[in-house]
């Protein structure tokens, strides 16, 4: 069974960072993709940043210069880095990740930009 455990969201001002991690349970090299996603208040959740096995990146277009992605295969994490928050950041965010037609989610962290 295949666990993400999702951390470091929180509050912050616009204009500050914050960094989120997730953990899986077993080695991420299983995993096709892995990335994040956020889902607002009456909004569908939307992929915000996704790296895959080979190493590329993508992101959304709202987050693009201010969000990175990241992975540690050692520590079988994947990071997103965020700067320059903006209060339409707030969101809660997924640590998504696919193996093969197989999805697996975290619990999802709550991130509040304030203005």
């Known amino acids: 069974q295949v666990q993400l455990v999702e951390s470091g969201g929180g509050l912050v001002q616009a204009g500050g960072s914050l960094r989120l991690s997730c953990t899986a349970s077993?080695?991420?090299?299983?995993?096709?993709?892995m990335g994040w996603y956020r889902q607002g208040p009456g909004k569908q959740r939307a992929l915000v940043a996704a790296?895959?096995?080979?190493?590329?990146?993508n992101y959304a277009d709202s987050v693009k210069g201010r969000f990175t992605i990241s992975r540690d295969n050692a520590k079988n994490t994947v990071v997103l880095q965020m700067n320059s928050l903006k209060p339409e950041d707030t969101a809660v965010y997924y640590c998504?990740?696919?193996?093969?037609?197989?999805?697996?989610w975290g619990q999802g962290t709550q991130v509040t930009v304030s203005s």
């Open positions: 998504g990740a696919v193996e093969r037609l197989d999805w697996y």
């Open positions: 077993g080695s991420i090299f299983r995993f096709n993709a």
């Open positions: 790296t895959t096995s080979g190493g590329s990146t």
